[in-house]
Nanobody
């Protein structure tokens, strides 16, 4: 019933920026917690950022100050603005709906040096 679909991944040079989008259906982003995770080859999946119904956010230490999670309630979307990208940010990025434990299909982000 709940679906999340990521988009916006691609190839970017180190120091560049990308914005990922998560289209959510079945629940409203204004009332539910949505998180971004990422997984690099051979590495564990890790939480990158989360946003909650009252609007508060949290970030992994590795991305704090560079990434910003936000939402557009009218479009029922959650975004991840990624600035000052580093090669270590290369991973598949996943959107996650916490209440239903629903994962998106992932979108590849590759940062070249």
């Amino acid at each position: 019933q709940v679906q999340v679909v990521e988009s916006g991944g691609g190839l970017v040079q180190a120091g560049g920026s990308l914005t990922l989008s998560c289209a959510v259906s079945g629940i409203t982003v204004s009332s539910n917690a949505i998180a971004w995770y990422r997984q690099a080859p051979g590495k564990q999946r890790e939480m990158v950022a989360g946003i909650y119904n009252v609007g508060n956010t949290n970030y992994a230490d590795s991305v704090k100050g560079r990434f910003t999670i936000s939402r557009d309630n009218a479009k029922n979307r959650v975004y991840l603005q990624m600035n000052s990208l580093k090669p270590e940010d290369t991973a598949v990025y996943y959107c996650y709906a916490t209440i239903s434990r629903t994962w998106g299909q992932g979108t590849q982000v590759t940062v070249s040096s």
